[in-house]
């Protein structure tokens, strides 16, 4: 029978604690949890008639068990992330917005009723191109919907945003010049 040591309210064995110390490696029957981890020294004897159908109460117990500190952790951790999405997103709305405030007014009359569809998609390029965002030259194109843009113009614009995409990758492809092979592997990476 192993001795338990409690840090808080979870229960941890010493071996394990030991062996985790010393970097040895474990097998399931070892482990408090009875979880399989991969390199194990038992990882490809398991039967899996022994391991059973485990309850969502046993997995929780298995997985979700941390320290006070590690929660913390985890919780700055998403904090930090929701925190940013938040910055993008905002940053995203004040683009469109400004996008909007700056040409929303003219982007109707500049482009008219009889828009000219490779104009629109090289502007959805070029602008994907200046920007290095798709995501961004869409909402600007939403924005500028919204703003009294024609939808047949937006859509030839969204359209050449896909494409401007690819146009990065084209230029690092055309990086491999030098050698045939490598420049057709590499275009063939880069339009895909």
Request: charged share 20%.
């Amino acid at each position: 029978r192993r001795s338990l040591k409690r840090s808080g309210n979870i229960e941890k064995p010493e071996a394990d604690i030991e062996k985790l110390e010393a970097g040895t490696e474990m097998t399931r029957k070892e482990r408090i949890s009875g979880s399989t981890h991969f390199g194990d020294n038992d990882f490809y004897e398991e039967n899996p008639d022994e391991i059973g159908d485990a309850t969502w109460s046993e997995v929780c117990r298995a997985c979700c068990v941390h320290e006070p500190q590690e929660w913390l952790k985890i919780f700055a951790g998403v904090t930090v992330l929701m925190f940013f999405l938040y910055f993008f997103l905002l940053g995203l709305e004040l683009l469109g917005t400004s996008a909007k405030v700056i040409g929303g007014c003219t982007a109707g009359s500049l482009f008219g009723d009889d828009t000219n569809p490779v104009a629109g998609l090289m502007i959805g390029i070029l602008a994907t191109v200046l920007l290095q965002s798709s995501s961004t030259t869409t909402s600007i194109v939403v924005s500028l919907v919204s703003g009294g843009l024609d939808v047949k113009a937006a859509i030839y614009m969204v359209m050449g945003a896909n494409i401007g995409t690819s146009v990065t990758n084209t230029i690092v492809a055309m990086g491999h010049m030098g050698d045939g092979d490598e420049l057709e592997r590499a275009f063939a990476g880069a339009t895909v």
